[in-house]
């Protein structure tokens, strides 16, 4: 089956560097792709997303970039803190489905050292 | 407050046992969806429900059955509990036309 991965499971980054996180995914149908943060102890939170029209999208210190010819995605993280340490996921919706299931991937650990 | 929550947050049974696993949201949400987590996997979808009247088997339903009491509310029941259903359980919730999911805290169960 088609599914969503990502590269690296752990990212080591220090401080005040920038970070990126990778994601692929397979399937070609998915049109909304969304990214979640969880640190340890609590439940994913939403960082930021993007839909199949765009390639490009910015948020507070993140921005997700979308390649659609090669089925990437990443998520830049401006200067990194040590708050943003945690495990990042990504997640893309099923357009196949009569609704958006999200499919998620393993994730992977971002730690910041100082 | 937060806008949604889980009972227990942690959870220690016996196989065999039957337990329940409750959520509850504030955010009007008419969507909400049960997973559970293992360490180095993703998500995956246990049951999920558009509203009061809909109860839909996600892709790891086997074992688990859900109750719907009202919009604010959905449970999650592990019939007889065995030691793979140890796990992280997360509910999450979404607005009817909307793919973003908003997650819970999280329930950590420990099936000996």
């Known amino acids: 089956g088609e599914s969503v991965g990502l590269h690296l499971p752990t990212l080591s980054v220090q401080e005040g560097d920038n970070s990126i996180i990778n994601c692929a995914y397979s399937?070609?149908?998915?049109?909304?792709f969304i990214w979640y943060k969880q640190e340890s102890g609590k439940g994913p939170q939403f960082i930021i997303d993007?839909?199949?029209?765009?390639d490009k999208r910015q948020g507070q210190r993140v921005t997700v970039l979308l390649n659609k010819t090669v089925k990437h995605l990443s998520l830049q993280i401006a200067a990194t803190q040590p708050g943003d340490s945690a495990v990042y996921f990504c997640?893309?919706?099923?357009?196949?489905?009569?609704?958006?299931?999200?499919?998620f991937g393993a994730g992977t650990q971002v730690v910041v050292t100082p | 407050d937060a806008d949604v929550t889980q009972t227990p947050r942690n959870r220690i049974t016996k196989t065999g046992k039957r337990i329940m696993l409750e959520c509850s949201q504030t955010?009007?949400?008419?969507?909400m969806y049960w997973y559970r987590q293992d360490p180095g996997l993703g998500l995956r979808l246990i049951y999920y429900?558009?509203?009061?009247?809909?109860?839909n088997k996600g892709e790891i339903s086997d074992g688990y059955s859900v109750s719907r009491q009202a919009q604010a509310k959905f449970s999650l029941s592990l019939e007889s509990a065995i030691p793979n259903q140890t796990a992280l359980y997360f509910c999450?919730?979404?607005?009817?036309?909307?793919?973003?999911?908003?997650f819970g805290p999280g329930t950590r169960l420990l099936v000996l």
């Open positions: 999450a919730t979404s607005e009817a036309s909307q793919e973003t999911q908003y």
């Open positions: 399937n070609s149908a998915s049109d909304y």
């Open positions: 993007i839909r199949s029209n765009m």
């Open positions: 997640a893309e919706n099923w357009a196949t489905d009569s609704w958006g299931k999200l499919q």
């Open positions: 955010k009007g949400h008419d969507r």
């Open positions: 429900s558009f509203d009061v009247k809909d109860i």
